[in-house]
């Protein structure tokens, strides 16, 4: 007996079919495949024999009675090839055959009882026929199961009712495990799983026929979610470097509760891939799902980019840098965004985005400048766009310590420090450590006695008010005292000035400190 294996299959499709013979149950099937097979040499050089052999392996099978075959997964033990056609590929060497291969099998695995089981007076029946088809093209994949009943006229006004009986019962019980090949999609799509596909039945009242016709059109089968997934991803590179990447997803029902089957898919693998892309694209730019009319199939469109631009809440900001005496000012203008269905909503999310980003804007100073010094926020002007669903920022950044954030609650605490040494003079001074008055005398001894200023400019937060201000300079005593750098420090004048409008309020500190020479 001669044997062909055949593993490079480019498309094929398999037709099953029973019959039942007269009124006796006796059961056949018929298995029919049709295959297009790629038997070219791609690599072909002169004295290679491999497409000669291949052509005539086929047409030896053809002239044989019966052949064992393997064609990709289809097994054939007393096969006959019915017929075959070459064709020459478009490349140079290349030749595909379509082959049709048929063989006629025993149905050991039916019964006697199986048959008149479910169908209503079998006596009647003039004629069954059931017949599986199955075929894949690249990653599409087609099931159908066909039933065809004839009744002969004594089933009379019967053959309606027994007709409907036999159809339900027989066809969605009696489920075999008839699939195709092992190609990592059809294996998946068994006719045993159950899955339901599109329907049809037809009733001849003068035949007295019925037929019941099931289709199953699917790609990749997703078990979990008993859907027939088709998916295309879509990478582009904008002119500014950014990529958007695009899924395009059809969606194949497998259940008879499609639309909900359908709608719950939807919701999972919208889930699923803003997790798998989030880290790389954060949210989706835009989704758009479809379901069809008759609820069996739908699309689903998921766009990502790393834009920022498109992103639904994004920030975008800039920054500068310049000298102001020897300290230095960092201004970071930012821009931030949120999507919504109307302008309320853009603005309401945008705010939400401005609120969570605050703590990220000197991080963003210390990313563009490395600065080495501590920086404190100087200013802040803000811009609120509800129209545009905006919110822009103008922050002023400096390395002015003046600025620190204080306990006392002070926006800014500026002190300034003058010094004059040597003078010669008896002076009138309040003795700070003594809370006396007394007189210095500087008659050029071992003694140095100087003269020190230090100005203290506070200003106010609203909240806080400007008399708040005073009473935090009035408390500070210690600290401007301090700030002098002398041991032996005597207060010649102690005033405040405020300026309401402003919300600022000025301390002025003048002292005389003696200082070992």
């Known amino acids: 007996m001669a044997a062909l294996i055949v593993n490079n299959v480019l498309s094929s499709s398999l037709r099953v079919s029973y019959?039942?013979?007269?009124?006796?149950?006796?059961?056949?099937?018929?298995?029919?495949?049709?295959?297009?097979?790629?038997?070219?040499?791609?690599?072909?050089?002169?004295?290679?024999?491999?497409?000669?052999?291949?052509?005539?392996?086929?047409?030896?099978?053809?002239?044989r009675p019966n052949i064992t075959?393997?064609?990709?997964?289809?097994?054939?033990?007393?096969?006959?090839?019915?017929?075959?056609?070459?064709?020459?590929?478009?490349?140079?060497?290349?030749?595909?055959?379509?082959?049709?291969?048929?063989?006629s099998r025993k149905l050991d695995s039916y019964s006697n009882s199986i048959f008149t089981k479910y169908i209503p007076n079998p006596h009647w029946i003039e004629s069954f026929k059931e017949s599986y088809d199955f075929s894949r093209n690249g990653a599409d994949y087609t099931s159908t199961r066909n039933i065809s009943l004839t009744y002969n006229q004594s089933a009379a006004d019967t053959f309606?009712?027994?007709?409907?009986?036999?159809?339900?019962?027989?066809?969605?019980?009696?489920?075999?495990?008839?699939?195709?090949?092992?190609?990592?999609?059809?294996?998946?799509?068994?006719?045993?799983?159950?899955?339901?596909?599109?329907?049809?039945?037809?009733?001849?009242l003068i035949e007295l026929s019925a037929s019941l016709t099931e289709s199953v059109n699917?790609?990749?089968?997703?078990?979990?979610?008993?859907?027939?997934?088709?998916?295309?991803?879509?990478?582009?590179?904008?002119?500014?470097?950014?990529?958007?990447?695009?899924?395009?997803i059809n969606l194949t029902s497998l259940r008879v509760d499609s639309e909900r089957t359908l709608t719950s898919a939807i919701g999972e693998i919208v889930d699923e891939l803003k997790s798998q892309e989030a880290s790389e694209f954060?949210?989706?730019?835009?989704?758009?799902?479809?379901?069809?009319?008759?609820?069996?199939?739908?699309?689903?469109?998921?766009?990502?980019?790393?834009?920022?631009?498109?992103?639904?809440?994004?920030?975008?900001?800039?920054?500068?840098?310049?000298?102001?005496?020897?300290?230095?000012?960092?201004?970071?203008?930012?821009?931030?965004?949120?999507?919504?269905?109307?302008?309320?909503?853009?603005?309401?999310?945008?705010?939400?985005?401005?609120?969570?980003?605050?703590?990220?804007n000197q991080l963003r100073i210390q990313r563009l400048f490395h600065p080495t010094k501590p920086i404190y926020e100087k200013s802040r002007s803000t811009n609120f766009r509800k129209s545009e669903g905006m919110i822009s920022e103008s922050i002023v950044f400096t390395t002015d310590d003046?600025?620190?954030?204080?306990?006392?609650?002070?926006?800014?605490?500026?002190?300034?420090?003058?010094?004059?040494?040597?003078?010669?003079?008896?002076?009138?001074?309040?003795?700070?450590?003594?809370?006396?008055?007394?007189?210095?005398?500087?008659?050029?001894?071992?003694?140095t006695v100087g003269q020190a200023s230090v100005t203290a400019s506070a200003t106010a937060t609203q909240t806080d008010g400007i008399y708040k201000v005073k009473e935090s300079l009035e408390a500070a005593t210690e600290e401007l005292n301090e700030f002098v750098g002398e041991d032996k420090l005597y207060m010649q004048s102690d005033t405040i000035s405020m300026t309401l409008g402003d919300g600022v309020a000025q301390r002025n500190l003048n002292y005389l400190f003696i200082s070992e020479t």
């Open 19 to 63: 019959n039942y013979a007269g009124t006796e149950e006796l059961f056949g099937y018929n298995v029919e495949g049709t295959y297009l097979v790629d038997i070219s040499d791609i690599n072909l050089q002169e004295g290679d024999t491999v497409l000669t052999q291949g052509r005539d392996a086929i047409e030896d099978a053809y002239g």
């Open 69 to 103: 075959a393997r064609i990709g997964a289809d097994d054939y033990i007393n096969g006959k090839v019915q017929n075959f056609s070459f064709e020459a590929g478009a490349l140079v060497g290349s030749e595909t055959v379509s082959i049709t291969i048929s063989e």
């Open 160 to 204: 309606i009712t027994d007709a409907k009986v036999f159809l339900t019962n027989y066809y969605f019980v009696n489920r075999p495990s008839f699939g195709y090949q092992e190609d990592g999609i059809s294996e998946n799509a068994l006719i045993k799983d159950n899955y339901r596909g599109d329907i049809s039945e037809t009733y001849d």
């Open 218 to 248: 699917s790609s990749f089968v997703d078990s979990t979610k008993a859907v027939g997934r088709k998916e295309t991803q879509q990478i582009e590179v904008t002119e500014k470097g950014y990529i958007n990447k695009t899924y395009n």
């Open 282 to 360: 954060g949210s989706p730019i835009s989704i758009s799902k479809g379901i069809t009319k008759d609820g069996n199939n739908a699309t689903l469109t998921i766009k990502f980019t790393t834009d920022p631009t498109n992103q639904d809440d994004y920030s975008s900001y800039s920054g500068s840098e310049a000298k102001e005496g020897k300290f230095t000012n960092f201004t970071l203008n930012i821009e931030y965004k949120g999507n919504g269905k109307n302008d309320h909503d853009k603005f309401i999310n945008t705010k939400d985005v401005w609120v969570r980003e605050q703590k990220l």
């Open 402 to 447: 003046s600025y620190k954030e204080r306990d006392d609650g002070l926006l800014k605490l500026k002190k300034t420090l003058s010094k004059t040494h040597q003078i010669v003079r008896i002076e009138k001074v309040l003795d700070l450590s003594a809370l006396k008055e007394g007189a210095v005398i500087n008659s050029g001894g071992l003694l």
